[in-house]
T-cell receptor
Framework: RKEVEQDPGPFNVPEGATVAFNCTYS??????FFWYRQDCRKEPKLLMS???SGNEDGRFTAQLNRASQYISLLIRDSKLSDSATYLC?????????????FGQGTTLQVKP | GAGVSQSPSNKVTEKGKDVELRCDPI?????LYWYRQSLGQGLEFLIY????????KSGLPSDRFSAERTGGSVSTLTIQRTQQEDSAVYLC????????????FGSGTRLTVV
C-alpha cells in the first residue's frame, strides 16, 4: 500500500465548477501537509500548506482530518489554467526537517 | 541564486556509462533533496541532506546511486553503470528548516539511457 494515496483521475470539469480532491496517508507520525501543483513536463510547485484548522487561499481551500488521516483540496470557480496534476504531500515525524512523501497525483482537466 | 538550478537539463547516455547530475540550491537553504520521476509516475524519494548531519540515503534504489553535498551547498548525484530503467527526470529541491515549509524544486534533469 502506498504511504500517500490519491485518486489519479482524471477529473474533467467545466469552467466555473467546484471540484474536490481527497488524499489519505498511512503514517500517523506525519506532521506537515502540503498540496503541490505540477504542470505537464514541469517541476512541482507548492500550492499551499495544509493547517490543522483548515486554510483558504483565494479559490482554494485545504482541510486536514488527523483522526481519519485525510487531506482535501477544494477548488471553486475552476479556471482553464487550473488544469494540472495536484500532488498531496506529507512530511514525516516531529522534527522540523525531513523528507516529503508525495502521492501519485490527481489530474484535473478544466474544459471550456 | 534566485531558484534551484540543475544541470544538465537533458542528458542522453549509453547503457553502462556513468553520469553526474548537479544541483545548486537556493542560497541559505540548509536542506537539499533528490527525487526522481519516471514517465507518468509520482515522485520517488532518493536522498536528503540536512546541514552537517549524515544524509538520509534510504531512497537510493541500488549501490550504483550515490550523492554528495560539498560545503553545504552544491550537490552531485552520480549514477554508475547506468541502466535503461534509470531513465527518468531527476529533480532536486531545497528548503529552509521548518514544519510549515515546503520545497522549491529545480526544473530537473531528464536522463535517457539508450
Amino acid at each position: 500500500r502506498k504511504e500517500v494515496e490519491q485518486d489519479p483521475g482524471p477529473f474533467n470539469v467545466p469552467e466555473g465548477a467546484t471540484v474536490a480532491f481527497n488524499c489519505t496517508y498511512s503514517n500517523s507520525a506525519s506532521q506537515s501537509f502540503f498540496w503541490y501543483r505540477q504542470d505537464c513536463r514541469k517541476e512541482p510547485k507548492l500550492l499551499m500548506s495544509v493547517y490543522s484548522s483548515g486554510n483558504e487561499d483565494g479559490r482554494f481551500t485545504a482541510q486536514l482530518n488527523r483522526a481519519s488521516q485525510y487531506i482535501s483540496l477544494l477548488i471553486r470557480d475552476s479556471k482553464l489554467s487550473d488544469s494540472a496534476t495536484y500532488l498531496c504531500v506529507v512530511r514525516h515525524g516531529s522534527s522540523n526537517t525531513g523528507k516529503l512523501i508525495f502521492g501519485q497525483g490527481t489530474t484535473l482537466q478544466v474544459k471550456p | 541564486g534566485a531558484g534551484v538550478s540543475q544541470s544538465p537539463s537533458n542528458k542522453v547516455t549509453e547503457k553502462g556509462k556513468d553520469v553526474e547530475l548537479r544541483c545548486d540550491p537556493i542560497s541559505g537553504h540548509t536542506a537539499l533533496y533528490w527525487y526522481r520521476q519516471s514517465l507518468g509516475q509520482g515522485l520517488e524519494f532518493l536522498i536528503y541532506f540536512q546541514g552537517n548531519s549524515a544524509p538520509d540515503k534510504s531512497g537510493l534504489p541500488s549501490d550504483r546511486f550515490s550523492a554528495e553535498r560539498t560545503g553545504g551547498s552544491v550537490s552531485t548525484l552520480t549514477i554508475q553503470r547506468t541502466q535503461q530503467e534509470d531513465s527518468a527526470v531527476y529533480l532536486c529541491a531545497s528548503s529552509l528548516s521548518g514544519t510549515t515549509y515546503g520545497y522549491t524544486f529545480g526544473s530537473g534533469t531528464r536522463l535517457t539511457v539508450v
